[in-house]
C-alpha cells in the first residue's frame, strides 16, 4: 500500500514522463519536417520509450493500492534550434528527470516503502542508460562538426545506447 506522501510523487513523475514523451515527438516532428530523417527516427523511438515509462508509473501506483492520475500536458515547444542544440535540451531534460526519479528514492526510503523503492532501481539504472546515450551523441556531433550533421543523420540509429 502506498502512503498519500508516494502515491503523489508517483503521479507527479507520471506527467513528468508525459511530457518528456511529447517532448520527444515534438522534437522528432520538428526533426521530419528539416530533413533530419534520422535524427526524427531517433526522437520517435525515444518518445515511445518515455510513453512505456509512463505506463509503468500508471501500473505500479494502481497495482499498490492508489490511484493513477492522467494529467493534461504542457505543450512542448514547436521550433528547435538546430540538431546541435536540440540534443543539449535532451541531455538537460533527462538530467532533470534523473534527480526526479532520485527524488522519489529519497522518498521511499524516507517513508520505509521498499517495494517502491525495488521498484523505481530499473528507472534508476534506465536514467544512467540515457544520460550516456545522449552525452555520446552530443561528443558525436562535436567531432563531425557542423558541416558533417548530414553524415550524423544518416548513422544516428547505429548510436542508440544498450539495452535499447
Ligand atoms: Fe527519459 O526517461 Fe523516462 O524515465
Redesign the pocket.
Known sequence: MLTKKIELILNEQIAK?GY?SNLYLAMASWAETEGYAGVAQWLYA?SA??LM?MMKFIHFINERGGKAIIPAFDQPPTKFEGIKKLFDQVLE??RF?SAS?NAIVAHSIKENDFATHNWIQW?VT??VE?EASVQAIIDKLKLLGDSNVYMFDRDIMSLRGAGK
Request: negative net charge; charged residues 45%.
Open positions: 514522463e518528456s525515444q520509450e518515455e515509462h531534460h533527462e528527470i526519479i528507472f534506465e536514467q540515457e
